[in-house]
């Protein structure tokens, strides 16, 4: 390995690490704090001192990772019905946005001197807001399922759509006699019909791919219970698609956020999303940091005015345009403040954007430069305005979607299930059937393929990871029920239940008595053995079978239950000291016979309902042997 990649690497990682926490602690948001450390490292600061290249182009490329992953895990919280319900807010405000916001800059643009042409360029170009700066600030300030978080998605989807006809649009703006510029892709010197098919093609690929292919795939890999392998297989489908989207010359962001809309669907959906979670933040760390580093801070001293200018009618435009459409599309004020604030910058593809423009010579070289520090700058002010905003809108911008509103997230689940299994399944169809929103998990591959012949939505995964119940909603939800086979994992997962979220309600199934002890020691609120229930059950069957009443029959039943959920409480401060558990489950065992019987027999001579657990005879210290319930 080149000693220069572990020196890059060594000082972007010292950048990030000192930065992003230091930006954080100020409130000011990791995404400035990565741009800052950019700007640090740059080659117009300490670049030259601590000998980083400054060869940024190949870099950014490998950056913008980043910003695919981030679409393909939007992609994946996005279901086709739930597109169609955003497409008045996709089409609508976002194609609005895109074509008044290009309009209003190419009019600024002519005003400023500039030939109608490269104005109307410019202007489309500046009409794409940044994708990656936008969701991560909006995450930050926990605004993402937000109605202004999900109204600023619905016109980033439209913008990022949008780059596909921009490549197709720009070289028309030439001058006559210009050389058309090289297409974007191994195909760019096909023919255009060539290009167009190859286009549908690699779309359709990847929906089919997806549809048809990938949940064999991840079946296959569940079933060999290598975690590894299954977050490769996920890295494997974005970079393959990255790949194909670029060989066409299509955005890889977008195709991107097919796949991840097709998957969307999968039962694989939850571990897929948490599996690739942190390469997400890593790449997009780097992609910040990477254009902070790119900032030409020369152009910026040469011309500060000029810049400083140019960069404040930008971010005024952009931010008037939006608050007018969204308030049109019903937006309260605040909120449409807080949405053109947010997509008042520059976006990522502005980049490659100027420089093809440039290649097809509708821009010159001296504008392209100025037009890059310019965007450069309003994606780093993203995070302070937005901040600035809501201190002086005096109070946060509302955290909660309307009731009505299509959500960009699934909503907050009532109750988690771990586990769909003979208990599971009981005790998840009872609570859906109840009206309750449930998210079931369920780690065996074998087990979903049976439960969604019959229909069932369940998610795989590994309910005792604490980023998989992140991701399924734990934080929000006001139950967890925990029906696993694995002993030892159904403790850990209590542990980390209660340790995690606190407010969550730990409901879970014990195989035996010490492992009822072991969950409530744990810190489940409420332990019920499996086998106990129907062992009762079947008692009160065969006392019937036997020629007992019914009515008197249940009543014995709920005496024993009763006298045995007393005997579990007394004996809890010892379970874990055989000797004494077992002595004193000896010496309680005839005494809690004679007790149940005497009780059996008033029950008898009275024709009464047993007596409830706080009314019933005072017991001694009572106890029975372990073996004999479970």
Same mark, same amino acid.
């Given at each position: 390995?080149?000693?220069?990649?572990?020196?890059?690497?060594?000082i972007?990682l010292?950048?990030?690490?000192?930065?992003a926490?230091?930006?954080?602690?100020?409130?000011?948001?990791?995404?400035?704090?990565?741009?800052?450390?950019g700007?640090?490292?740059?080659?117009?600061?300490?670049?030259?001192?601590?000998?980083?290249?400054?060869g940024?182009?190949?870099?950014?490329?490998?950056?913008?990772?980043?910003?695919?992953?981030?679409?393909?895990?939007?992609?994946?919280?996005?279901?086709?019905?739930?597109?169609?319900?955003?497409?008045?807010?996709?089409f609508?405000?976002?194609?609005?946005?895109?074509?008044?916001?290009?309009?209003?800059?190419?009019?600024?643009?002519?005003?400023?001197?500039?030939q109608?042409?490269?104005a109307?360029?410019?202007?489309?170009?500046?009409?794409?807001?940044s994708t990656?700066?936008?969701?991560s600030?909006?995450?930050?300030?926990?605004?993402?399922?937000?109605?202004?978080?999900?109204?600023?998605?619905s016109?980033?989807?439209?913008?990022?759509?949008?780059?596909?006809?921009?490549?197709?649009?720009?070289?028309?703006?030439?001058?006559a006699?210009?050389?058309?510029p090289?297409?974007?892709?191994?195909?760019?010197?096909?023919?255009?019909?060539?290009?167009?098919?190859?286009?549908?093609?690699?779309v359709?690929?990847?929906?089919?791919?997806?549809?048809?292919?990938?949940?064999?795939?991840?079946?296959f890999?569940?079933?060999?219970?290598?975690?590894?392998?299954?977050t490769?297989?996920?890295?494997?489908?974005?970079?393959?698609?990255?790949?194909?989207?670029?060989?066409?010359?299509l955005?890889p962001?977008?195709?991107?956020?097919?796949?991840?809309?097709?998957?969307?669907?999968s039962?694989?959906r939850r571990?897929?999303?948490?599996?690739?979670?942190?390469f997400?933040?890593?790449?997009?760390?780097?992609?910040?940091?990477?254009i902070?580093?790119?900032?030409?801070?020369?152009?910026?001293?040469?011309?500060p005015?000029?810049i400083?200018?140019?960069?404040?009618?930008?971010?005024?435009?952009?931010?008037?345009?939006?608050?007018?459409?969204t308030?049109?599309?019903?937006?309260?004020?605040?909120?449409a403040?807080a949405?053109?604030?947010?997509?008042?910058?520059?976006?990522?593809?502005?980049?490659?954007?100027?420089?093809?423009?440039?290649?097809a010579?509708?821009?010159?070289?001296?504008?392209?430069?100025?037009?890059?520090?310019?965007?450069?700058?309003?994606?780093?002010?993203?995070?302070?305005?937005?901040?600035?905003?809501?201190?002086?809108?005096?109070?946060?911008v509302?955290?909660?979607?309307?009731?009505?509103?299509?959500?960009?997230?699934?909503?907050a689940?009532?109750?988690i299930?771990?586990?769909?299994?003979r208990?599971?399944?009981?005790?998840?169809?009872?609570?859906?059937?109840?009206?309750?929103r449930?998210?079931?998990?369920?780690?065996?591959?074998?087990?979903?393929?049976?439960? =969604?012949?019959?229909? %069932?939505?369940?998610?795989?995964?590994? #309910?005792?990871?604490?980023?998989? $119940? +992140? /991701?399924? *909603? !734990?934080?929000?939800?006001?139950?967890?029920?925990?029906?696993?086979?694995?002993?030892?994992?159904?403790?850990?997962l209590?542990?980390?239940?209660?340790?995690?979220?606190?407010?969550?309600?730990?409901?879970?199934?014990?195989?035996?008595r010490?492992?009822?002890?072991?969950l409530?020691?744990?810190g489940?609120?409420?332990?019920?053995?499996?086998?106990?229930?129907?062992?009762?059950?079947?008692?009160?069957?065969?006392?019937?079978?036997?020629?007992?009443?019914?009515?008197?029959?249940?009543?014995?039943?709920?005496?024993?239950?009763?006298?045995?959920?007393?005997?579990?409480?007394?004996?809890?401060?010892?379970?874990n000291?055989?000797?004494?558990?077992?002595?004193?489950s =000896?010496?309680?065992? %005839?005494a809690?016979?004679?007790?149940? #019987?005497?009780?059996?027999?008033? $029950? +008898? /001579?009275? *024709? !009464?309902?047993?007596?409830?657990?706080?009314?019933?005879?005072?017991?001694?210290?009572?106890?029975?042997?372990?073996?004999?319930?479970?």
């Open positions: 390995m080149e000693q220069g990649f572990l020196r890059e690497a060594l972007y010292t950048a990030a690490v000192i930065a926490p230091l930006f954080n602690r100020l409130k000011l948001g990791s995404v400035l704090g990565y741009l800052a450390a700007v640090v490292i740059g080659p117009y600061l300490l670049g030259p001192v601590v000998g980083l290249d400054s940024d182009e190949e870099r950014l490329h490998f950056a913008e990772f980043g910003v695919v992953i981030l679409l393909f895990i939007i992609g994946l919280e996005m279901r086709p019905q739930l597109l169609w319900s955003m497409r008045r807010s996709i609508g405000l976002g194609g609005g946005q895109v074509l008044l916001t290009g309009m209003a800059l190419a009019g600024a643009g002519v005003l400023l001197g500039l109608f042409r490269p109307l360029a410019v202007g489309l170009i500046l009409a794409l807001s990656a700066i936008v969701l600030t909006l995450e930050e300030r926990g605004l993402r399922r937000s109605q202004v978080g999900q109204t600023s998605f016109v980033l989807l439209l913008q990022d759509l949008a780059v596909i006809p921009l490549f197709a649009f720009l070289p028309l703006l030439a001058p006699g210009s050389a058309a090289e297409t974007p892709g191994l195909l760019g010197d096909a023919p255009a019909w060539a290009q167009a098919l190859a286009t549908l093609g690699a359709a690929a990847v929906l089919l791919a997806g549809k048809y292919l990938a949940r064999p795939l991840f079946r890999i569940a079933r060999s219970d290598l975690r590894e392998i299954f490769a297989a996920t890295l494997l489908i974005v970079v393959g698609v990255t790949a194909l989207m670029q060989t066409v010359g955005s962001a977008l195709g991107a956020f097919l796949a991840g809309m097709v998957l969307g669907d039962e694989y571990e897929i999303e948490t599996d690739i979670e942190p997400r933040g890593l790449f997009l760390g780097l992609f910040f940091i990477t902070g580093a790119g900032l030409d801070i020369a152009a910026l001293l040469g011309r005015l000029v400083v200018g140019l960069v404040a009618g930008l971010i005024a435009v952009k931010a008037a345009v939006l608050f007018l459409l308030r049109v599309f019903g937006a309260a004020n605040r909120d403040g949405i053109g604030i947010a997509l008042a910058q520059g976006g990522e593809f502005a980049f490659v954007l100027f420089g093809y423009a440039g290649g010579g509708v821009l010159t070289p001296a504008l392209t430069r100025l037009l890059t520090v310019v965007v450069a700058v309003s994606m780093a002010l993203t995070p302070v305005l937005l901040l600035i905003y809501e201190r002086l809108a005096s109070t946060r509302e955290g909660a979607p309307k009731p009505d509103a299509p959500r960009f997230d699934d909503e689940p009532h109750a299930v771990a586990g769909f299994g208990v599971g399944q009981v005790i998840g169809r009872l609570l859906i059937a109840n009206g309750y449930t998210v079931v998990l369920e780690s065996s591959a074998a087990q979903i393929d049976l439960l =969604r012949r019959f229909g %069932r939505r369940v998610y795989y995964g590994d #309910a005792s990871r604490l980023d998989l $119940l +992140r /991701a399924a *909603g !734990a934080g929000r939800a006001k139950l967890l029920v925990i029906a696993i086979d694995d002993r030892e994992k159904a403790i850990d209590v542990e980390t239940g209660r340790q995690n979220f606190p407010g969550l309600i730990v409901v879970a199934r014990a195989w035996d010490r492992h009822a002890y072991q409530k020691d744990a489940a609120h409420h332990v019920e053995r499996e086998t106990f229930a129907g062992g009762l059950a079947m008692a009160t069957e065969s006392l019937i079978g036997l020629g007992r009443p019914p009515a008197e029959a249940r009543a014995a039943a709920e005496l024993f239950r009763m006298h045995d959920e007393r005997v579990f409480a007394e004996l809890e401060p010892v379970w000291d055989e000797e004494r558990f077992v002595v004193a =000896r010496e309680t065992s %005839r809690m016979e004679q007790l149940l #019987a005497q009780d059996i027999e008033d $029950l +008898r /001579a009275d *024709g !009464a309902a047993p007596p409830a657990a706080e009314t019933s005879r005072p017991a001694p210290p009572l106890a029975t042997d372990p073996s004999l319930v479970r």
